[in-house]
């Protein structure tokens, strides 16, 4: 079955134990900027938004990559395989949720592997706003609730794009 993580935006305070954890995790540091969880922060608007793959059905990072370096695991997982990743960028373009970028050391594709499903994400997070869901009918519109969640805090309709 495939899973995916859901992050409810009404507990996640922006405290940011998450990037760590899975900074720490995935790259022995604790660099947030390594993270393959991003929380993005608009004070003014009072705006809090975690950034993390979603794990599409239809993955548009996957198709864009000249090399393959964007699979499935054999647990279902979208991945990327560093060792073909070159770098080239078009997984990070193609991908519309921003849940997949380069990393600033290895100049590498990176983007959350659910960490072969024990993610140190939800460990860190003492709120309890991180959960992991499976790709029936409930976990994907847990997804829904809280992108559509995103949209609302942001002063926008579903699906529009703000410039």
């Known amino acids: 079955m495939k899973i995916f993580l859901t992050i409810d935006l009404h507990k996640c305070t922006g405290c940011r134990n998450c990037e760590l954890a899975c900074s720490a995790e995935r790259t022995k540091s604790f660099n947030p900027k390594r993270s ?3 929380i993005l922060k608009d004070e003014p ?3 809090v938004v975690p950034m993390v793959c979603l794990q599409c059905e239809v993955p548009l990072c996957e198709q864009a990559c000249p090399n393959g370096a964007i699979s499935y695991n054999e647990k279902g997982t979208l991945v990327v395989h560093s060792k073909v ?3 080239c960028m078009n997984c990070v373009t193609a991908c519309l949720y921003g849940g997949i970028e ?3 050391k290895t100049l590498k594709a ?6 072969w499903g024990d993610p140190a994400c ?3 997070c003492e709120y309890k706003a991180i959960s992991l869901v499976e790709a029936k009918k409930e976990g994907l519109k847990a997804r829904r609730k809280n992108i559509d969640i995103a949209y609302q805090t942001a002063g926008m309709k579903t699906g529009e794009v703000q410039e």
């Not at 990176?110 to 960490?115: F, N, V």
């Open 36 to 38: 393959r969880i991003q």
């Open 45 to 47: 608007r009072n705006l």
């Open 85 to 87: 990743c070159i770098g």
């Open 102 to 104: 380069i990393d600033p």
């Open 110 to 115: 990176k983007k959350c592997d659910i960490c």
């Open 122 to 124: 939800i460990k860190a």
